[in-house]
């Protein structure tokens, strides 16, 4: 049996994944940052090969692989990979590895347990505005990932700092304020790339269909979903709403995404639900 190289690279990608969270698990047992690097360095690593893979397979197919469910998970781990390097980089909050290193081998292992159904190339999935849609999508719905990583943890810090006797992560975990500013620089970069990738879909629906809006049940959910977060962001301009009302926010809002990207397309279809059979 020929194996193509785009699989064998996604396979390599996903081990160093799945290492990734013994290197993170190290650094939140012992606190050692020879763990954390290594962690960093594994996500690095296969972020680098999930690209080469995608590329290869692109090149081979004359496609961009985001034509069933199982492209469209492996899609969204490597974009989760990327946005984790960005703010890894920008606020240095070496324990979101632990979140982040979990849902990249979740995502990855479901994508390798889902049937590898062929996916068959669909002229209308291409163009800039197409991709420039996908991109912004994923980016942003990677980063508001993040920032329902960082409500978690403010949330385990808050509950550490309010008890007699504090457990086990109050001295592995950073201050609440860390935590906030870090969620909130997540939160953020999120809903601005969601928000460009909104408008291109429109843009990309109105090439295609001739109009921007059809009422199908992403697109409604999609806006619902930008609504919930726009209604955060107001909250937290306005009325004060940051610390744990902004985290327990940010897991709800993910939990909403986790559902308009899966559910709606497999228990009601529409115009997206080629990306999830």
């Known amino acids: 049996m020929n194996v193509r190289i785009d699989d064998m690279l996604l396979q390599m990608a996903t081990v160093l994944y799945f290492f ?16 954390q690097r290594a962690g960093l360095s594994l996500i690095a690593s296969a972020v680098l090969l999930h690209f080469i893979s995608m590329a290869a397979y692109t090149l081979s197919n004359r496609h961009v692989p985001i034509q069933n469910l199982s492209q469209s998970l492996s899609l969204s ?11 890894q980089y920008k606020s240095d909050l070496k324990i979101l590895g632990i979140f982040a290193s979990v849902l990249l081998s979740v995502t990855m292992g479901i994508v390798w347990l889902i049937p590898d ?5 669909n002229e209308i999935f291409k163009g800039f505005w197409f991709y420039s849609h996908i991109l912004l999508i994923f980016a942003g719905e990677a980063a508001l990932a993040l920032a329902c990583g960082t409500g978690i943890l403010y949330l385990l810090q808050e509950k550490g700092i309010k008890t007699k006797t504090p457990g086990f992560f109050f001295k592995r975990l950073p201050s609440l304020d860390f935590l906030d500013d870090a969620g909130y620089t997540c939160l953020t970069t999120g809903f601005a790339l969601m928000t460009i990738g909104l408008v291109t879909g429109f843009i990309y629906a109105k090439v295609i269909w001739g109009r921007f809006w059809s009422w199908d049940p992403k697109e409604i959910a999609s806006v619902g979903t930008w609504l919930i977060y726009a209604a955060l962001l107001h909250l937290r301009f306005y009325s004060g709403w940051r610390g744990r009302k902004s985290a327990i926010m940010t897991i709800i809002g993910f939990s909403i995404i986790i559902f308009t990207f899966i559910g709606v397309n497999l228990l009601i279809g529409g115009h997206h639900d080629t990306f999830t059979k």
């Open 117 to 121: 159904a062929p996916a068959e190339k």
């Open 20 to 35: 990734s969270m013994a290197g993170y698990g190290g650094f939140l047992f012992s606190q050692k940052k020879l763990y």
């Open 77 to 87: 781990a490597f974009a989760l990979g990327c946005m984790f390097l960005f703010f």
